[in-house]
């Protein structure tokens, strides 16, 4: 079995910051990548970072340089530090898992938490 809980989320201005959390349990700690997906209406999901369990980061182009990811695999935590917020942001962000390296295409994770709303106002 594999769980995830997100927290954090909620309305910000366009420019503000935010931080998102993830509590993940039950994955190979040798084999796994885990990362932030987010889907809005009339979009298509986006991976925008990603993580796996040998360090390696991905970062979708919409949104590096703005958003940092952070993972403690002990603990098994995820976090993503988001800065400089667009309206263009605006979605429900999941905490979601991979078998294997790091990916950031969105049909390898099988396994979502139950998402956190993010609102950017203009």
């Known amino acids: 079995r594999v769980t995830l809980a997100e927290s954090g989320g909620g309305s910000v201005p366009a420019g503000g910051s935010m931080e998102l959390s993830c509590k993940a349990s039950?994955?190979?700690?040798?084999?796994?990548?885990l990362g932030w997906i987010r889907q809005a209406p009339g979009k298509e999901r986006e991976v925008v970072a990603a993580v796996d369990n040998d360090g390696q980061m991905r970062y979708a182009d919409s949104v590096k340089e703005r958003f940092t990811l952070s993972h403690d695999k002990v603990e098994r935590t995820l976090s993503l530090q988001m800065s400089s917020l667009k309206p263009e942001d605006t979605a429900k962000y999941y905490c979601a898992h991979a078998m294997g390296p790091v990916t950031t295409r969105h049909v390898d994770y099988g396994y979502w938490g139950q998402g956190t709303q993010v609102t950017v106002s203009s």
């Open positions: 039950w994955y190979d700690n040798n084999n796994y990548c």
